[in-house]
């Protein structure tokens, strides 16, 4: 049952992930090109641009919440490992692991309720771009939303792992 819940999710998560990285990849050439443009005119024709530093900024937030979902289910974020590398083989760690995931989720309802807060309040425009703040303050409790959807995969994951728990002793070699 856990493998067909841990099934279902990934059908949900993947498609996500690889969708949040390649438009976080665009925006980073975006952002990129953006910055050379601002170092161009800033700088050798000494024209400065006034909305380059802005639109970074928000390329910045898109890309880096569209990415977190694909990020967490690979475990590429940053983490201290030395208790889970001292317990890995162990049944522990997977219960471990899926308190970690737990209070991952509730960081996460944090920041999705008091980004939604902040979302609500975003009605001012932008200083140098024309759109409403909103639109940026969205960001962070919409993709954090998506990113539990991940922590809830890995969580199921690690309770598949500990219900059918094969010691790194008894496992098949390849």
């Known amino acids: 049952m856990l493998a067909t819940i841990e099934k279902g999710l990934n059908a949900i998560n993947a498609p996500l992930g690889k969708f949040g990285s390649w438009v976080g990849g665009i925006m980073l050439v975006i952002m990129t090109v953006i910055v050379l443009l601002q170092v161009l005119f800033r700088y050798i024709l000494n024209m400065p641009l006034s909305w380059t530093d802005e639109a970074s900024r928000f390329l910045m937030i898109y890309m880096t919440y569209l990415c977190l979902p694909l990020i967490y289910l690979q475990d590429k974020n940053i983490a201290m490992t030395f208790l889970l590398d001292a317990l890995h083989g162990t049944r522990i ?46 960001a962070p409790p919409l993709l954090m939303a998506i990113t539990l959807l991940s922590a809830l995969q890995k969580i199921v994951s690690e309770l598949r792992q500990f219900f059918h728990f094969i010691p790194v002793d008894d496992a098949p070699k390849a």
């Open 93 to 138: 760690r997977h219960l471990l692991m899926v308190v970690i995931h737990i209070l991952a989720i509730l960081t996460f309802l944090v920041w999705i309720k008091f980004g939604y807060d902040f979302f609500l309040r975003g009605t001012s425009h932008a200083d140098s771009l024309p759109i409403k703040m909103n639109v940026i303050y969205i």
